[in-house]
Nanobody
Framework: QVHVVESGGGLVQAGGSLRLSCAAS????????MGWFRQAPGKERELVAT???????NYKDSVKGRFTISRDNAKNTITLQMNSLKPEDTAVYYC???????????WGQGTQVTVVS
């Protein structure tokens, strides 16, 4: 069983920054593609950013140029640096660890990000 734990959420004013972190247990972190998703009240969960085991990244259009995803395979962690935050970025952010070998998703419990104007 892989355990995924997010941290770093909080309340910030519009235009501010937050840095989310995600730690995943296990010995073969390099076999995982990782991603950040978010879910706002009354809305479906949506993809924010992903990073493959080869460090290829993908972003939701509305966060391009503002958010940066990165990974540290030695520490089994990924981060999401969020700059120029907007109220519409308010959501619960979830970390996803996707095992490429067995095609299994592992989700964290989520961390709340609230952006006020």
């Amino acid at each position: 069983q892989v355990h995924v734990v997010e941290s770093g959420g909080g309340l910030v004013q519009a235009g501010g920054s937050l840095r989310l972190s995600c730690a995943a247990s296990g010995r073969t972190f390099s076999n995982y593609a990782m991603g950040w998703f978010r879910q706002a009240p009354g809305k479906e969960r949506e993809l924010v950013a992903t990073i493959t085991n080869l460090n290829s990244t993908n972003y939701k259009d509305s966060v391009k140029g503002r958010f940066t995803i990165s990974r540290d395979n030695a520490k089994n962690t990924i981060t999401l640096q969020m700059n120029s935050l907007k109220p519409e970025d308010t959501a619960v952010y979830y970390c996803d660890a996707y095992n490429l070998l067995i095609r299994q998703h592992y989700w964290g419990q989520g961390t709340q990000v609230t952006v006020v104007s």
